[in-house]
């Protein structure tokens, strides 16, 4: 499975962006998916999972509310709607393929990564 993610860029806060994550190669229906973020001189953390139908999701309590995953199968494609921004949600994005068909917020569950896409929120 290849991973393309893409959607970032610099808003203002109380903005909003939609990230999406293409994935190519191997059968992408079955798979759970993630989506993580690094921020600079931080460790890499858990943002929001999304199950194989899309039925189960799950969020970091700190995106909790503002935050939407969603996935398309047919588009082989998994977003990520980003709202009421802060300054604290700059970092770099990454989608991520799960082993299984559940998502998780363990990074170590995922086994396919995307190159990441900027996010930056201005004050």
């Known amino acids: 499975v290849q991973l393309q993610a893409f959607g970032g860029g610099l808003v203002q806060t109380g903005g909003s962006l939609r990230l999406s994550c293409v994935a190519s190669?191997?059968?992408?229906?079955?798979?759970?998916m993630g989506w993580f973020r690094q921020a600079p001189g931080k460790e890499r953390e858990f943002v929001s999972a999304i199950s194989w139908n899309g039925v189960s999701t799950v969020y970091a309590e700190s995106v909790e509310g503002r935050f939407t995953i969603s996935r398309d199968n047919a588009k082989n494609t998994v977003y990520l709607q980003l709202s009421s921004l802060e300054p604290e949600d700059t970092a770099i994005y990454y989608c991520?393929?799960?082993?299984?068909?559940?998502?998780?917020?363990?990074?170590?569950?995922?086994?396919?990564w995307g190159q990441g896409t900027l996010v930056t929120v201005s004050s």
């Open positions: 991520a393929a799960a082993r299984k068909s559940h998502g998780s917020r363990g990074a170590s569950d995922y086994n396919y």
């Open positions: 190669g191997r059968i992408f229906w079955n798979n759970g």
